[in-house]
T-cell receptor, first 113, second 116 residues
């Protein structure tokens, strides 16, 4: 069955370290997204991609970067982790325009000490 | 500004009762989509139901229905015959056609607690 996976599921790191969160989908979806979830804020968009070599900034992109070298993967990199980036991170994907649903990965809980 | 508002931080209901979770939205786009997701304590995001702005009828999916009132810009989720397994956080979301492609704008969520 097609799915979307994230790794690691839990990560503890220190302030200033570079961290990469992996997202892999086997739906063959063109569109992929990264959101962060914080209490009192719901989910907020970090970055998104419409296809290979395409990346775009979302609402809360500062301190994050993504790259899209193939259809299946959209890794999220925190260049220099900060305590404010402690959060739960969700990757999601959807087909090209016209899709009715966006499918989410299981999430990664990141703690920055 | 594009925005989703969920005014109920928490809702409590007994098993077998119906419950309505409120959602209002703000957009100037004539074409948009509205979604509801469920997030149980395990943390995953589960898609429940979708309503397109031009859909003539309210969406239904099993025990879930979406009460779509376009003029009032509301998209309330109705859960009929609540079950203990419905206890979770529920998020309303909008996909404005012209913003961030197909990315979603989420409300802050409503926690639903179902008791026996």
């Amino acid at each position: 069955d097609a799915e979307i996976t994230q790794s690691p599921r839990h990560k503890i790191t220190e302030t200033g370290r570079q961290v990469t969160l992996a997202c892999h989908q086997t739906w063959n979806h063109n569109n992929m997204f990264w959101y962060r979830q914080d209490l009192g804020h719901g989910l907020r968009l970090i970055h998104y991609s419409y296809g290979v070599q395409d990346t775009n900034k979302g609402e809360v992109s500062d301190g994050y970067s993504v790259s899209r070298s193939n259809t299946e993967d959209l890794p999220l990199t925190l260049e220099s982790a900060a305590s404010s980036q402690t959060s739960v991170y969700f990757c999601a994907s959807s087909p090209a325009s016209g899709s009715r649903a966006q499918f989410f990965g299981p999430g990664t809980r990141l703690t920055v000490l | 500004a594009q925005k989703i508002t969920q005014t109920q931080p928490g809702m409590f209901v007994q098993e077998k009762e119906a419950v309505t979770l409120d959602c209002t939205y703000d957009t100037s786009d004539p074409s948009y989509g509205l979604f509801w997701y469920k997030q149980p304590s395990s943390g995953e995001m589960i898609f429940l139901i979708y309503q397109g702005s031009y859909d003539q009828q309210n969406a239904t999916e099993g025990r879930y229905s979406l009460n779509f009132q376009k003029a009032r810009k509301s998209a309330n989720l109705v859960i009929s015959a609540s079950q203990l397994g419905d206890s979770a956080m529920y998020f309303c979301a909008m996909r404005p056609k012209r913003q961030a492609g197909t990315a979603l704008i989420f409300g802050k969520g409503t926690t639903l607690s179902v008791s026996s």
